[in-house]
Nanobody, 128 residues
Framework: QVQLVESGGGLVQAGGSLRLSCAAS????????MGWFRQAPGKEREFVAA????????YYGDSVKGRFTISRANAKNTVYLQMNSLKPEDTAVYYC?????????????????????WGQGTQVTVSS
């Protein structure tokens, strides 16, 4: 059974930083691309970042490019999202996601429908 557990969210002032972690179990983590998405109240789920199975390719949403960095530690079955220069509009619940079992060695995707497994989310609140 695949489980994704996010941590690291919290309350931070505008301009501050947070690092989110997502610990994965129940899958061969090093063989799968991973993604981060977010959802603010009353808004659609939004792509934030994705990373290929090897870590060699990364992708970012336009609103976070240059401020957020996705990385992975395959030995720890963990994917990270380093968030710098946070803005109030970054306030949302952040989710990590993994693709279905047959999608090994993927490059990562901006499309939420290409992910099958989701964590419970971690709240990030940025005050102005």
């Amino acid at each position: 059974q695949v489980q994704l557990v996010e941590s690291g969210g919290g309350l931070v002032q505008a301009g501050g930083s947070l690092r989110l972690s997502c610990a994965a179990s129940g899958l061969t983590f090093s063989s799968y691309a991973m993604g981060w998405f977010r959802q603010a109240p009353g808004k659609e789920r939004e792509f934030v970042a994705a990373i290929s199975w090897s870590g060699g390719r990364t992708y970012y949403g336009d609103s976070v490019k240059g401020r957020f960095t996705i990385s992975r530690a395959n030995a720890k079955n963990t994917v990270y999202l380093q968030m710098n220069s946070l803005k109030p509009e970054d306030t949302a619940v952040y989710y990590c996601a993994a693709p279905p079992p047959l999608s090994k060695y993927g490059l990562g995707s901006r499309n939420q429908y290409e992910y099958e497994y989701w964590g419970q989310g971690t709240q990030v609140t940025v005050s102005s």
